[in-house]
């Protein structure tokens, strides 16, 4: 008999070396090796008599298409980050942090789904079914048509499959949690997840069943699970939130069946996951208009316009090196701001403290807030709050000119809509600031937008 060959796969990268280490060689995370048995692949058994491929069909590239078939939860924040729906034969990976509120997600629309007729089944690995229907009734969503189980066998789980007729949505909470027979190794290993995601995606392109994949990301992101699964799936949707906040936000990061970086804001109540179709509402509405240091982003994500208020707070320091502190934007981003503020404008921040907070745990990932955050830096460091019915939007380059940003239109027009006046932009071309009906003013130089904010101080 063949000895067995062991390996090492580390957690994080998925690497695979001979030799157990402290330290992985490849993406350099520590204490992250696993001991594990690679299942049987190709070439495993050399001695065996191979069978020989079978050739297939080439078809031409233009030719008949039809649209995938979806299936709509009628939770419209949910349909929207999804594409328009969970589509058949298809897989998704849901990711987020534990206790962020997957599971009410996924319940939620377990119970919108099964509502409509089509048969789901929800299987949990990590809670017992009264815990789930207890959820459920809390939730208001009983309903005759989700299958229950709480099973961590992939085999038991395709067996179960197999007695009747393939679901239309198959929700497996959550994939750390199961194991397959096909490999050795303990739950929650790259081996382990990615064999039995690997089970169940084939079972749901062969059923046209639309499977949901639960995989908790640590913060740390010690267990990287999820990660092997993310290439295998259609569409990896990621469940994100601060803990003091209710807000949660569904971000698409990858869908083969819609666009990416579109978002659905929720917001968790006693009675689950609320959708908000006006999310600037709600990250506007706690607003103070008269603090310095604060300025309105028109932001956009995806298709829809999102407005968020920017919160900074510069300090005199007392440290040798100031402390520089942002949640909710990049801080190298940040640092590039500040240098082009410091170089370019005259705006000296070398001994001051620089907070920087993006308000309702919201996370801008677009360049296009330089200049919101610029405008919030001067505001705070002059002690002169901004105009309250103003909006900014711009990415500002290294020699301190602004560049143009996409969708100045829909930007100008959401904030007309929310009753802003004024809006201080890199460009915006003519019809697009004569249809949103607000004041706008092109700021082609980051001085100027630094001077008129000064001179408000000394009008004041
Ligand atoms: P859960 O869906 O279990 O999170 P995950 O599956 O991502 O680990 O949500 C857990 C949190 O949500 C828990 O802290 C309680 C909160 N919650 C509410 O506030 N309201 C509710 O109606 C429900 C069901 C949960
Ligand atoms: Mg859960």
Known sequence: MAKTRTQFVCQSCGSSFPQWSGKCDSCGEWNTLVEDNPSA???????????????????????????????????????????????????????????????????????????????????????????????ALRLGAIEQNVGLAAETSVENILATLETGKPPALLIIDSIQTLWTEQADSAPGTVTQVRNSAQALIRYAKNHGTCVVLVGHVTKEGQIAGPRVVEHMVDAVLYFEGEGGHHYRILRTVKNRFGATDEIGV????????????????????????????????????????????????????SLGTPRRAVIGWDSSRLSMVLAVLEAHCGVKLGNHDVYLNVAGGYRIVEPAADLAVAAALVSSLCGVALPADSVHFGEISLSGSTRPVAHAGLRLKEAGKLGFHRAYCSTARDEETSTAGIDVTCIRELTDLAARIASMKEKS
């Open 41 to 135: 692949g190709i070439g495993a058994n050399p001695g065996k008599q191979m069978r020989k491929g079978q050739a297939v069909q080439l078809v031409s590239l233009a030719g008949e298409t039809e649209q995938a078939p979806r299936i709509a939860s009628g939770i419209s924040e949910l349909d929207r980050a999804t594409g328009g729906g969970f589509v058949q034969g298809s897989a998704i990976l849901l990711g987020g942090d534990p206790g962020i509120g997957k599971s009410t997600l996924l319940m939620q629309a377990s119970a919108a789904i099964a509502g409509q007729g089509h048969s789901v089944i929800y299987v949990s690995g990590e809670e017992a079914v009264a815990q789930i229907r207890m959820r």
């Open 266 to 317: 929720f917001e968790m109540s006693d009675k689950g996951l609320r959708e908000v179709s006006n999310p600037s509402e709600l990250f506007l509405g706690e607003r103070n208009e008269t603090s310095p240091g604060a300025a309105v982003f028109a932001g956009v994500e995806g298709t829809r316009p999102v407005l968020v208020e920017i919160q900074a707070l510069v300090a005199p320091s």
